[in-house]
């Protein structure tokens, strides 16, 4: 769908309609990578469909044309819907030029909106389209302006891959934009059945050249869902493949690839671990000491906001208990009047 920068709207609950594509491979990769004439600031960015499980790799790395790349960018977030269970990760724009990162701008987007999984991604998709296009005409001209997300979900029992692609023009004053289920032409037509692999950013280019990794990945996704190994043995894997294309693009000279990722994953509800999920940071393919939050959404609430405005008062009792003292009482009073403040709105405005 071609699109101008004219009439962009306030924010409603309308939901851009979902297209139904079929593609002949288990694999997709999205991406400006594929433009081979500007230079490419992008990620790497992996998602992958299991039997009873999701899961997601991204890369930290924000780059900048005229300073060094910050390594801590989020790049994921968590959509818990009435549904279902989906995560998105993207590839393009990282950060704004005031420092707000999508992932976190998506959060609140999402926020007081409980939809079904589809219609909540639809919302999503209207709002990339209405909002990002002003902030991506600012990367240098030299640049691919592109954003491309990618997600994995879970609904009911049944494995989905989604994408949203925004790219423009090189003269930057037209862009094409899509929201697409997609699903394996190789599959049954009485059984659709999703890609179980999508791919997106600069860092496509060095997993497509080399396919060895890929069985390998299903394999041991397959023995996870079945209870075989460790979730932690596949967080492993996905991080040490990003740790490959990182020192593959250092290789090539490719700075677009960072050392540090998130690996992230969610288990259907009736699978043999019982639902939930978890993520891990690594640096160098290694796990992190510490891993903090991914922006969440469950049905409507941001979960991190919740949790930031418990946390002090947990830790109050916590203390205590470390301390050999009596944990004082929770004051549930001030909890409540945490909570009032936050904001349960939605809010599309991206600075």
């Known amino acids: 769908m071609g699109s101008s ?198 860092g496509a280019q060095y997993l497509l050249h080399d396919r060895r990794w890929f069985r390998e990945l299903l394999r041991i996704i397959k023995v996870s869902d079945r209870g075989k190994v460790s979730r932690r043995a596949v967080a492993n894997y996905l991080a040490n493949l990003n740790q490959q294309v990182y020192l593959a693009a250092q290789g090539a000279g490719d700075e677009s690839v960072g050392p540090r990722c998130i690996v992230a994953c969610r288990i259907a509800k009736d699978g043999n671990q019982g639902g939930g999920g978890e993520h891990q940071c690594y640096t160098g393919g290694q796990r992190d000491p510490s891993t903090g939050f991914i922006p969440t959404i469950t049905h409507g609430a941001d979960l991190n906001a919740l949790a930031a405005a418990i946390m002090p008062h947990s830790m109050k009792s916590l203390e205590a208990m470390l301390e050999g003292k009596p944990a004082p009482e929770v004051d549930t009073d001030a909890i409540n009047e945490e909570l009032k403040r936050l904001p349960r709105e939605p809010d599309e405005e991206l600075s």
């Open 5 to 202: 920068l004219a009439g962009k709207c306030s924010h409603s609950d309308v939901s851009f309609p979902v297209s139904r594509d079929r593609i002949s491979s288990m694999v997709f990769a999205e991406g400006a990578w594929r433009c081979k004439s500007r230079r490419i600031r992008l990620t790497l960015i992996l998602g992958v469909t299991g039997s009873r499980s999701i899961w997601m790799l991204a890369d930290r790395r924000l780059s900048y044309p005229q300073r060094p790349p910050k390594e801590d960018g989020q790049k994921i977030m968590i959509l818990e819907a009435k549904d279902g269970v989906a995560m998105i990760g993207y590839a393009g724009l990282g950060a704004t030029a005031l420092g707000t990162e999508p992932a976190h701008w998506m959060t609140r987007v999402l926020r007081g909106r409980n939809f079904s999984l589809e219609h909540s991604l639809g919302v999503l998709a209207k709002a990339i389209q209405d909002r990002l296009p002003a902030h991506l005409v600012q990367t240098p001209q030299n640049s691919v302006a592109a954003h491309n997300v990618i997600i994995p979900a879970l609904v009911g029992k049944e494995p989905r891959f989604y994408s949203i692609d925004l790219v423009f023009a090189p003269d930057r004053r037209t862009y094409q934009f899509r929201y697409r289920r997609l699903r394996d032409t190789n599959s049954p037509v009485s059984q659709p059945r999703a890609p179980r692999v999508g791919i997106g950013g600069t």
